[in-house]
């Protein structure tokens, strides 16, 4: 389970069946005090000894002393004002925000003579920015102390590590070069602005929200994105790409390899089968 956007489910697991990987136990120590915390309302005390009595059952070969400074560091974080655990259930985006992005001129050089044939890539890669903005902006206002923060973020920290994993959540051909096709693009058009090491200025986010700030919005919602790991498809799908559709089973969004497939994988087809096999047997026990 990704933790990251299901904070509270992965948290609950965790104290259900333990530490879900090794890798990350210091963030999982905290996740299970942060539970204990806010869902089970344990006050310090009690939490430190039930930290405890939790570790002697899910940690092989536990001893105190070993764990001292981590359990007493994942107890200090989940006690802290504001400390809270968030599912996010899904992203709305409206109709204002997608007219905005369709109907930008990306221009192939600053002279502006010809339309880019990254057009339809570039804004493909400003829905999925504008997606991490909107996730940011609800986890950081559900966790805000302050009733009346308003959360409007507008950078973006890349790297190269960062820029791949974007590419990749953006469902960018292969073929595309993030930086120098994409990101080169949006910041002739103004788009973008780079500023050092990877950080950009997220320019079309001021204008998202001069937007809103001037109201006369049609709000209606357009898409719901409820999975985190396939953004750029929404985007295709919203465009009524015929390739991308949701599977019929577990109802994921993703790309059909051949017109008649109806399901994203061999299990959830397997599954259907199953089901369609019970209802034939059905049928002929009640005939």
């Known amino acids: 389970m990704d933790y990251k956007y299901n904070e509270l489910d992965y948290a609950k697991s965790i ?3 333990g530490f879900q990987s090794e890798q990350h136990k210091p963030t999982e120590l905290r996740l299970v005090a942060t539970y204990m915390r806010r869902i089970l309302d344990y006050k310090p ?49 409206y109709k204002y925000e997608m007219d905005y992005i369709n109907n930008l001129y990306i221009m192939n050089d600053i002279e502006g003579q010809e339309e880019s044939k990254y057009s339809y890539e570039c804004k493909k ?15 950081t206002e559900t966790k ?20 791949t994993e974007l590419k990749k959540l953006a469902k960018l051909p292969a073929k595309i070069r993030i930086n120098e096709d994409i990101i080169n693009t949006l910041w002739i058009n103004g788009l973008i602005s780079p500023i050092y090491n990877g950080l950009v200025k997220l320019n079309f986010m001021e ?19 409820k ?6 498809w929404y985007y295709d799908y919203y465009h009524q790409d ?28 397997k599954k259907i089968d199953r089901e369609k096999a019970k209802e034939r047997m059905k049928t002929l026990r009640n005939s």
């Not at 998202?208 to 209606?220: A, C, H, P, S």
């Not at 999975?227 to 750029?232: H, L, S």
């Not at 390739?243 to 994988?265: D, L, M, V, Y």
């Open 144 to 163: 805000s102390t302050e009733p009346d923060f308003e959360y409007k973020g507008k950078y973006f920290k890349g790297g190269q590590k960062k820029y």
């Open 45 to 93: 005390k009690r939490l430190r000894e039930e930290m405890y009595k939790w570790c002697e059952s899910h940690i092989l070969g536990y001893e105190r002393e070993l764990y001292y400074k981590r359990i007493n560091s994942a107890i200090n974080k989940a006690c802290r004002k504001g400390s809270m655990l968030v599912n996010v259930k899904s992203i709305d985006f």
């Open 15 to 17: 104290y259900e069946n």
């Open 125 to 139: 890669l400003l829905f999925t920015l504008l997606f991490k903005m909107k996730i940011n902006k609800f986890i």
């Open 227 to 232: 999975e985190y790991d396939r953004i750029g």
């Open 207 to 225: 204008e998202i929200y001069g937007i809103e700030e001037n109201g006369d919005l049609d709000g209606t919602i357009v898409l719901q994105i």
């Open 242 to 269: 015929k390739r991308i559709t949701f599977c019929k089973e577990c109802g994921k969004i993703f790309r059909k390899k051949s017109n008649r497939q109806e399901c994203c994988s061999d299990e959830c087809s």
